[in-house]
């Protein structure tokens, strides 16, 4: 890496010319790449084949287009919804343009592109969460092939704190996996090499340097980004940012919206962290204590009486009945150690917090008036995360199992937080559709996620099992069904007719 900078430096201080700074001699070396013309020749052809393009379907919730062009931080690929069938030449109207469509009628499916690559052999391949988060199908292209027939890809584990998602495909194909780096050994002014589907334009790669590590990640508190100036562009999102050696050492993630050349990457070592997690249990368990801090200042230091120039987070509130509260943590009490760590701002704390596994007893050393204890806390889980526990990843298994008749949609009870969720906080029992399969039944019945089934066949429903019983031996049900307008916060009712037999 010396030897490139010293090249590049003497590039730059004798000639004034267009050629690439990374135009190296045949007998030169940089990482486990050996160089030819351009090292990032070599470099494209070991990675490109390990990426995959990434395209999903999904059902637009509302016509509006969620977030402003002046939005700080952009997703890559949020940018790029297509209605299904539409785009140039293909009839559709752009998202902007359709109105509200009525129950009865039918709401269109948004297309979006990402990209992933490959981790395992097996068929397990790493995208952001964003990428397939919403979606009702997942299709991936391993080549820009026009005969290449996409392939199925499935949801294994979902950890949308850090926003990374783990796809399993099976395929016949023999998959070489990536090489995950090390992004802490990354220093500023390293090149990289990302990979994407800029646009859907395909396999792309484009080069540039690591601008600055540490960068703040707002919607994702628990992972700082790196930046780079390598070019980035929608459809990146999930995509791979290399180092010299081949290795993933981020996953493009989000753009400066104002400006050129300012893209972001998660580092792969906290993804690195979770990953096991994600294969085995598909979600991620995070440590919890329970305490808000704030870092010292030197004016609270000297009102606590500490030295001013202890550097350390001091806890605003201890949460009554949670861990750190059980333990004995107090209001101020200044935290200097966690787990066999030393901590310096809330960071380091929150950093040691959520790597702490779940169950386990570990030591805590805080100040307090002065003097330093030693306490004992029982790491609890993250709220948050217990939505997506393995309790509820079995009941939405048993859901999709017991899809009684082929009616195209998957339903649950209505709770009170879904009540509230969807707009309709005064219902207190029901049916809600939880996914509807793209040109189903339910789907060319007009339904939608978020949807109440009232009744079938004027018949008042209360369950899912209420449901199926009802749905079982004809082909044709007339169900009314209740749906929150998202404009006006009112509720729509509507009579539509399920159709089983009906063929799109």
Sequence with gaps: MKNLQRA?????????????????????????????????????????????????LSTVKSPLVQGSPDDLFRRFFEDFFRHHGGGPGGGGEDEEDQGQMPPGGKLPKAMSLGTGFIIDASGLILTNN?????????????????????????????????????????????LVP??????????????VMA???????????????????????????????????????????GGPLVNLDGEVIGINNAIEARAQGI??????????KVLSQLRTKGTVARGYIGVYVNDLTPEVAKSIH????????????????????????????????????PIHNGTDLITAVTAAEVGKSVSVKVLRNGETKALTIKIGQRPGTEEASEEVRKKGEKRHKTKQAETGMDLDNLTPDIAHEIGMPDLNKGVVVANVTYGGPADRAGLIRGDVILEVDR??????????????????????????????????????????????
């Design 8 to 56: 590049i430096q003497a590039g730059i201080l004798l000639l004034s010319i267009s050629l690439s700074p990374v135009v190296l001699a045949e007998s030169a070396k940089v990482g486990n790449v050996p160089a030819t013309t351009n090292i990032f020749v070599d470099l494209a052809k070991k990675v490109v084949p390990s990426v995959v393009n990434i395209s999903t």
């Design 130 to 174: 964003h990428v397939v988060a919403d979606a009702d199908e997942i299709k991936i292209n391993f080549t820009e092939n026009s005969e290449e027939k996409a392939t199925d890809g499935t949801v294994v584990g979902r950890d949308p704190e850090i926003d990374v998602a783990l796809i399993r495909v099976k395929t016949s194909r023999t």
């Design 178 to 191: 990536m090489a995950l780096g090390d992004s802490d050994a990354l220093e500023v002014g390293e090149y």
């Design 195 to 237: 990979v994407g589907n800029p646009f859907g334009q395909g396999h792309s790669v484009t080069h540039g340097i690591i601008s600055a590590k540490g960068r703040l990640a707002p919607d994702f508190p628990l992972a700082n980004y790196l930046q780079t100036d390598a070019p980035i562009n929608p459809g990146n999102s």
């Design 263 to 272: 893209g972001f990457a998660i580092p792969i070592n906290p993804v690195k």
């Design 306 to 341: 500490v030295s001013p120039e202890l550097k350390a987070p001091f806890v605003i509130n201890a949460n009554p009945g949670e861990p750190a509260d059980k333990a004995g943590i107090k209001n101020y009490d200044i935290i200097v150690e966690f787990n066999g760590k």
């Design 459 to 504: 018949k008042p429903i209360s369950d899912v099992d209420g449901f199926y019983k009802a749905v079982k031996e004809k082909k044709s049900y007339l169900l009314r069904i209740r749906r929150a307008d998202p404009q006006s916060g009112n509720s729509i009712y509507s009579v539509v007719v399920l159709n089983l037999s009906a063929k799109s």
